[in-house]
């Protein structure tokens, strides 16, 4: 049976890498799959166990420079002094600037040639081994080829100085590329290093600290006070706050107790806790949400793609028309061959586009961890530029802007015959043999105000309406109003302003009486969460045209909500196929839309949106594979952050594009027209892109 392995390597870095291990692995004996994920510098290798072992295939990737790091922590970058690509590109600027100084003391211009030529070749080992690997394996022209052949031609034309200058100059670009990776990977990392390395647990009645990665299903661990919690867990013994800003972004303590759940890098607070493993570390919340992280930093979005495509015919352009520059006007204008060579070289550095093919990819990759460290996880890029585009945010009711779970609000005697505390007690008694969500709510009500539920016989449920039993010999009914009106033929003359007034502020009504009468009647409301006047709010500033509310409730329970907190409009009775019908008429209308559900129930509606999203999805696994985006806490407001943080990496990718396109238009018109030289055709193209990698970087603030 075919065996799955994954590990980190060090010096993954790029695509190149990645088709370097993709290379090197080509025709490997017993290697059936190879996935490489160069932006969590992570492999994914399938094989057949009867053919090969993971140590054999550890040692392949060790002999291509990929050595695999001990679990899964992610490969720190060298030290500077310690990365060839580095030392190699110090060693091109000690010989430039040497050379550059014995030529002001007069000693012969071919020492220094000699050693700007050392310079050249020296500091462009790396990124010249790339271009040719390209050029053979992948044929492809790529953005070293461009400074390969500028810096050859130029040393060709006797200008080894300028050739010199530019090697250093993008060697510095190559050898930092290593460090903006692990920046950008600086999520990640966090997110590995909420959960402690070790877990106490209670083993045939002793108590040891063992590795995280040793937790098995069923294991029983101990959380101090303070401590991390180590994996998912059902609570068993003790209460305590924890702190579940790290997984969830969710900023108040949660209370927990016995039959709870909780959550790997969650923080214990003011109680010692005894947790049943229910999942192993490598399968807890915080190894799916960062196996989600990098699967969707490895997902391009449109505009990355259209990118990605521009330059691989872009830079052979540039090629051509350097090429182009170069020869035509000397052969058919009889212009100087020096000029027209200096400027095709020059017009080769300045045109690469090196700024511009980085500007989306590094700024995508920083979004999509940060929303991973604050409770959002987006699944690529792709689902980033659609939420920047939402025009119209459709909420599914129960479970989203309401908590899910009914609560009693009101108990009303219409006869005088009996306290409300006497009708409670014969409600919650027929209610207790019931699992319907209304009657658990009843139950509930009466355990808070201690209210013994009365002794019932003869129970039975009236499917869609209600139920009945007897209490001390006498028949009652629990029910909808339409129960008592339509089976029963109860005149409900005395009750139904009542009835009416509190339909009208969102409740539902649920009567209790004999056959003959109405005795009283309860309440209830599945009760808005705290926070969702203010999210609605949220997400109007956010740039929402319309936020919608769909809901199976009926209309004036809907008409309530929707006044109470803010909601543009509202479509009641809907059964699930309604509402995807609703989301499809929402999409032609507005364009782009998105819909925000449970995962579980929703998802047909999930799946028809623009960008389906799933609401506390923190321990779901169905909710966390159906959609789009997953808010981990049960928390509206997560959805606004998702949308500003969409707009806000939008706005950087914008940014670092008009920039790149300025800095490129401005240089290859210098080149033209003979203003600026190589070097600072080089130094507008370093700086450049140094530039736009800060920028993308910008993302990774909270």
Known sequence: MNQELEMRVANLDCEHDAANIQRGLEGFKGLLGLKVYPKSAKVALTYDPALTQPDALKARLASLGFPAQKGMEIAEPPKPWRNLKVLTSAASGILLLVGFLLGLVGVPERVSTVLYLGAMIIGGYYFGREAIQELMFERRIGIELLMSVAAVV?????????????VFLYSISEAAESYTEAKTRAAIKALMNLAPKVALVRRDGVEQEIPVEELQVDDVFIVKPGQSVPTDGIILAGASSLNQAPVTGESVPVEKDVHDTVFAGSINGEGAIEVRTTKTFADNTIARIIQMVEEAQERKGSSQRFIERFGARYSPLVLL?????????????????????????????????????????????????????????????????????????????????????????????????????????????????????????????????????????????????????????????????????????????????????MQSEGKTVVLLGDETRVLGLLAMRDNLRANAKKAIAELHATGAHKVVMLTGDNERTAQALSKEVGIDEFYANLKPEDKVTQVRELKKRYGHVAMVGDGVNDAPALAEATVGVAMGAAGTDVALETADVALMADDLEKLAYALRLAKRNQAVVHQNLALSVVVIGALVIGAVIGTFTLPIAVLGHEISEFIVIASGLRMLRL
Not at 154 to 166: C, D, K, Q, V, Y
């Open 321 to 501: 028309v350097g090429i182009v520059l170069a020869v035509i006007p000397p052969l058919l204008f009889g212009q100087d061959w020096m000029t027209w060579l200096t400027r095709a070289t020059v017009f080769i550095v300045a045109a690469a586009p090196c700024a511009l093919v980085i500007s989306i990819p590094i700024t995508l990759v920083a979004t999509l961890g940060t929303g991973a460290r604050q409770g959002v996880l987006i699944k690529g890029g792709m689902y980033v530029e659609e939420l920047a585009r939402i025009k119209v945010v459709a909420l599914d009711k129960t479970g989203t802007l309401t908590r899910g779970e009914p609560e009693v609000t009101d108990v009303k005697s219409l006869t005088g015959d009996q306290t409300t505390d006497e009708l409670l007690s014969v409600a919650a008694g027929i209610e207790r043999r019931s699992e319907h969500p209304l009657a658990r709510a009843i139950v509930r009500h009466a355990q808070v105000k201690q209210i013994m539920p009365k002794t019932v016989a003869d129970f039975r449920a009236l499917t869609g309406a209600g139920a009945s039993a007897h209490v001390n010999g006498t028949q009652f009914y629990v029910g909808s109003p339409e129960l008592f009106r339509s089976r029963l033929n109860v005149s409900l003359n005395g009750a139904a302003e009542e009835i009416t007034r």
């Open 154 to 166: 130029a040393a060709l034309m006797g200008l080894a100085g300028e050739g010199a200058m530019l």
